[in-house]
């Protein structure tokens, strides 16, 4: 299991709260923050922190040393960790993943960091009006259906609310800014999401740490292992996909409420975001209160659905694709092991804003969720040049063919026994 690899034990299914917790109790980082083997005392930083405050004050008392490499391209955030020391940790990490001076991730991102003084920084505004104007389509859509009653505009809409929420996640892993905001349209929250996919997903994607996997549980299981679920159960998680991916938004918004009703609040004041989009449309619309209401559930329930359709097919579920209970390779550099749970969508390469809404370029962006999704393609020489050096290969493929496998993967009990690549062996040794 991939847990021998972790060597931790999380629960299948919680909250991000517990989720924090959980990892707090593992990480062993004595309430502080813990980069390889050493601790920091961040506390003075945290409001100076470029990034914003949430960052720092949700990882404390973590292992935060795959998110600082892969959220920090510059060398100045390594070299100012030194004035925030206060001694080597007691044991030694959990976490089996390295990330050597040598290995893959960190000559590759040398490189990146080279290349980024020379690229083109202008398709970085391109995506800003992207967003802006699938934001406004979203509200003129809204506008439309909600004041000519035509159900027409209710499925643009939905779409449109789709790629605007999709789009947003370009913006999740920086530094605060207002496109962030525009995530809670779909009623799903932003420093939930921030928890769930750059904290959890992002580092340590298909393994008994990713909470995106484990939210979908009992419903839907991706890892192989016949234990976890019998091949009825996972051909009856295949057959109820679509009820699943119609959930995705509303039920965020709903266990929110229910964990702040019965235990703890965990809402946010930005959560009132989420009921701009119905309130604009019973400010313009000419249709009874009951029809926007109709229309704004569908709007929502069709945006997820279709949020489903391409988000859990972009790229990590796959028989093909390493999930925890596999064979993993004998090289535990942390960029191969991404690479070892990605396939990319080779048919949207090259279109900006496909790539934006579909979660394209998806090897590198996991690599460097900081950057902008329009820049990542001036990035590919460097990619393959180390990609060939390590004799390593990114792999794509179609929609149609995620999907497949995708369902494939949901079906899938039997662990490989053969890890990706085969024997790896690497140039450097």
């Known amino acids: 299991l991939f847990l021998n690899t972790l060597n931790i034990s999380y629960p299948r299914s919680y909250t991000y709260l517990s989720w924090i917790a959980a990892k707090r109790k593992d990480d062993e980082a004595e309430g ?23 960052w720092l004050k949700w990882t404390k008392g973590t292992d935060i040393t795959e998110a600082f490499e892969s959220h920090h391209i510059s060398k100045k955030p390594e070299y100012m960790l030194t004035k925030f020391y206060v001694r080597d940790a007691e044991k030694p990490r959990n976490y089996k993943l390295t990330l050597h001076d ?36 979203t509200f003129i859509l809204a506008f439309a259906c909600s004041y000519t009653g035509y159900i027409i505009f209710e499925l643009f809409a939905g779409l449109s609310l789709c790629w605007l929420t999709i789009a947003t996640h370009n913006y999740m892993h920086r530094k605060d800014n207002w496109q962030m905001y525009t995530f809670n349209l779909s009623l799903m929250n932003f420093c939930n999401w921030r928890v ?36 009825w159960h996972r051909m009856f998680g295949v057959a109820i996909q679509p009820i699943v991916y119609t959930f995705i938004f509303p039920y965020q918004i709903l266990m929110r409420i229910t964990v702040s009703l019965l235990r703890k609040n965990i809402l946010f004041w930005h959560d009132i975001i989420g009921l701009t989009l119905p309130l604009f449309m019973l400010l313009v619309g000419q249709v009874s ?11 929502v329930g069709l945006a997820s659905f279709i949020f489903g359709v391409i988000g859990l097919n972009a790229g ?14 004998e090289d535990r550099d942390w960029g191969l092991y991404q690479l070892d749970t990605i396939i990319d969508r080779s048919d949207i390469k090259g279109s900006q804003f496909l790539v934006l809404t579909h979660f394209g370029d998806h090897f590198l962006h996991h690599l460097f969720p900081t950057l902008d999704h329009g820049i990542l ?18 792999r794509g493929c179609n929609h149609l063919q995620h999907i ?17 690549g085969g024997v790896h062996k690497n140039k450097r040794g």
């Open 102 to 137: 040598n290995g893959f991730y960190r000559v590759l991102k040398t490189r990146v960091r080279d290349k980024l003084k020379s690229v083109d920084y202008s398709p970085a505004k391109r995506t800003d009006f992207i967003h802006l104007g699938l934001l406004l389509s």
């Open 316 to 329: 990590h579920h796959d028989p093909k694709i390493f999930h925890d209970g596999d064979a993993h390779r």
């Open 377 to 394: 393609p001036q990035l590919y020489p460097v990619l393959y040049e180390t990609l060939e050096e390590f004799q390593a290969q990114l």
């Open 32 to 54: 502080l923050w813990r980069i390889k083997d050493k601790l920091y005392d961040l506390t003075e930083f945290i409001p100076h922190h470029p990034g914003g405050a949430f």
């Open 404 to 420: 497949i496998g995708q369902n494939k993967q949901l079906l899938r009990t039997e662990s490989n026994p053969v890890p990706p």
């Open 196 to 231: 769930l996919h750059a904290m959890s997903h992002h580092v340590y994607p298909n393994s008994l740490t990713d909470l995106e996997m484990s939210l979908f549980e009992p419903y839907l299981c991706w890892w192989p292992n016949s234990r976890l679920h019998t091949k």
């Open 289 to 299: 209160t009951l029809t926007v209401i109709r229309q704004w559930v569908v709007i």
